[in-house]
């Protein structure tokens, strides 16, 4: 006795993500000179924002509890997290904001201003814009 079964695979459309940008994100720290990372983006799934200078030797973490057009404001009772980390050692948004004024076609733009605490750096400042998702 022979049993077959078969199930049918359902096909999933792939998501429109465009794999080659790297993103504009552009900081300044203690109101420095701006400079722009290597790469910036970000990910849906756990609302978060990720860029990167020099390889990993200096990068930005923003945790929001969403990615829709609106200011976020950083703090431990928002829950919006905002880290910035250069020479391994991070520096944690203590006051501030992180305002995304677009998110279309799965690109993500706004600026952002924080006050930072943990050290020699005290504030971020900054703009971006075509945030690929991922």
């Not at 030797?57 to 905002?82: D, V």
Request: contains cysteine; hydrophobic residues 30%.
């Amino acid at each position: 006795m022979s049993f077959f079964i078969s199930c049918s695979k359902e096909e999933l459309e792939p998501d429109p993500i465009d794999s080659q940008s790297n993103g504009d994100f552009n900081y300044s720290i203690n109101g420095a000179a701006f400079q722009k990372a290597d790469s910036a983006v970000y990910f849906a799934l756990n609302t978060t924002v990720y860029a990167y200078k020099n390889g990993a030797s200096t990068s930005f973490e923003i945790n929001l509890s969403a990615l829709t057009p609106s200011t976020y404001y950083i703090s431990s009772a928002t829950g919006n997290q905002f880290i910035y980390t250069t020479n391994n050692v991070d520096y944690s948004g203590s006051s501030g904001n992180f305002i995304i004024s677009s998110n279309t076609n799965n690109k993500l733009a706004g600026t952002f201003s924080c006050a930072l605490s943990g050290g020699t750096f005290t504030s971020a400042t900054g703009n971006f814009s075509d945030l690929p998702r991922r």
